[in-house]
């Protein structure tokens, strides 16, 4: 009895990834207000009840998408990687091409359902997440902007505009679908190697500028 309530558990929880994967995906694809919650079933092939059963609701599935967001912007993974570079550079960088180089990937649908989230009205979910759990990832990420930009505040407005100018870029990207982008970036198919460095070196130049800047009115 105790092999079959373990085999019983271990379903659910794929049940329970599958709804939240397909819905995150969906949402990503369309916008979670045109996504239902048979919409979800149907496509990740279980009972139109599912929904309900192991989460409450659609809107409480919704919110289950959205806590995957923070992990997928700024892992404690992420963040113990960048830490092992010498310089700040490096570890922004890094930072940058990581997310970069998974635009096309299936599984990095929380970056797509949060470029629509921050470019359109933000869901209620959206913003209690932000609330709750995505400032201190958030904080965690700008003490690596602070640092580079000289700054002991992470709360200096400086941070807040460096982050907002870098990452604008990335979040276009994450934003359009790969065939509209493919074909006003054409470079992203034919070499997106050489597109990700360049993008990437563009940013950083401009995080410098701002470094400079900073000095400047410090001298």
Known sequence: MRKKTAKIRGDGEKTRESLIEVAGELAAERGWSNVTAKDVCDVAGVNCASVNYWFGGRDELYLAVLLRIPETIFSQELEIEMVQYESTEEA???????????????????????????????????????????????????????????????????????????????????????????????????????????????????????REAIQTEKA
């Open 92 to 210: 922004l960088r890094y930072f940058f091409m990581h997310h970069l180089q998974h635009i096309d990937d299936r599984k990095s649908w929380p970056m797509r359902v949060w470029a629509r989230e921050v470019t359109t009205n933000p869901s209620q979910n959206m913003l209690r997440l932000v609330s709750e759990f995505g400032m201190p990832r958030i904080r965690a990420l700008h003490r690596f902007f602070a640092d580079f930009l000289g700054l002991s505040d992470c709360s200096d407005t400086r941070v807040s505009a460096a982050f907002i100018s870098s990452m604008g870029p990335v979040l276009l990207l994450w934003l359009v679908t790969p065939e509209y982008r493919n074909i006003v970036v054409p470079g992203f198919k034919t070499d997106p190697e050489s597109m990700r460095q360049l993008l990437i070196d563009r940013i950083m130049l401009g995080l410098k500028a701002q």
